[in-house]
Nanobody, 126 residues
Framework: QLQLVESGGGLVQPEGSLRLSCTVS????????IGWFRQAPGKEREGVSC????????YYADSVRGRLTISRDLAKKTVYLQMKRLKPEDSGIYYC???????????????????WGLGTQVTVSS
């Protein structure tokens, strides 16, 4: 059974950086699409980035494009979300999610995924 575990969250000052990790167990990573979502208190869950692991295609929401980078390490079965120039509005619980279909494209991030992690908290504050 596929399981996802997020790590790397924490407290960071504005303009700081964090790298989140999403580690997969129970299956190989190679055939999945991985999405990163975030949810702030009182707000709807927002999809911020996704990665089609088979072909490396990536997607970024407008609110994070140019500041976040998603990448993968197949040997470590891990997908990373490198976050730079963080803003207070980036705060929230960050979740990774996996599914084999539909694909993530450069212009489209699927809104639903079959498997979710428990999340990691990111707080951007001075």
């Amino acid at each position: 059974q596929l399981q996802l575990v997020e790590s790397g969250g924490g407290l960071v000052q504005p303009e700081g950086s964090l790298r989140l990790s999403c580690t997969v167990s129970g299956d190989i990573l190679d055939y999945y699409n991985i999405g990163w979502f975030r949810q702030a208190p009182g707000k709807e869950r927002e999809g911020v980035s996704c990665l089609s692991v088979p072909d490396g295609t990536t997607y970024y929401a407008d609110s994070v494009r140019g500041r976040l980078t998603i990448s993968r390490d197949l040997a470590k079965k891990t997908v990373y979300l490198q976050m730079k120039r963080l803003k207070p509005e980036d705060s929230g619980i960050y979740y990774c999610a996996a599914d084999s279909t539909p694909p993530c494209t450069s212009e489209y991030m699927p809104p639903t995924y079959a498997t979710w992690g428990l999340g990691t908290q990111v707080t951007v504050s001075s």
